[in-house]
């Protein structure tokens, strides 16, 4: 069993910045990889990151890549997400996630085994 708490979410304005917190607890964390996803309004479930057990290899949505940075603090048991230049279209509930099968980072929800209660992020214009 492996518990997720998302933090660091809120109100910014476009073009700010926000650090999203997902500490993880119940299984050994360095020996899992992570996923962050998020849900808009009215919208499916979408990847935005994911980065591998040992942190050395991250994948990011096109929408992702080059604004937000995925990393890991295997000694805090906590993943996090930097988000820069923050976009309206960025508003959603993130939810980090974990893999216990596979160490590599993945964008398929269907390969995470646990979900954190998410934490909303709203970007205004």
């Known amino acids: 069993q492996v518990q997720l708490v998302e933090s660091g979410g809120g109100l910014v304005q476009a073009g700010g910045s926000l650090r999203l917190s997902c500490a993880a607890s119940?299984?050994?964390?360095?020996?899992?990889?992570m996923g962050w996803f998020r849900q808009a309004p009215g919208k499916e479930r979408e990847f935005v990151a994911a980065?591998?057990?040992?942190?050395?290899?991250?994948y990011y949505t096109a929408s992702a890549k080059g604004r937000f940075t995925i990393s890991r603090d295997n000694a805090k048991n906590t993943v996090y997400l930097q988000m820069n230049s923050l976009k309206p279209e960025d508003t959603a509930v993130y939810y980090c996630?974990?893999?216990?099968?596979?160490?590599?980072?993945?964008?398929?929800?269907?390969?995470?085994?646990?979900w954190g209660q998410g934490t909303q992020v709203t970007v205004s214009s």
């Open positions: 119940g299984r050994t964390f360095s020996s899992y990889a």
């Open positions: 980065i591998s057990n040992s942190g050395r290899s991250t």
């Open positions: 996630a974990a893999d216990l099968t596979w160490g590599g980072p993945s964008a398929s929800s269907w390969q995470y085994d646990y």
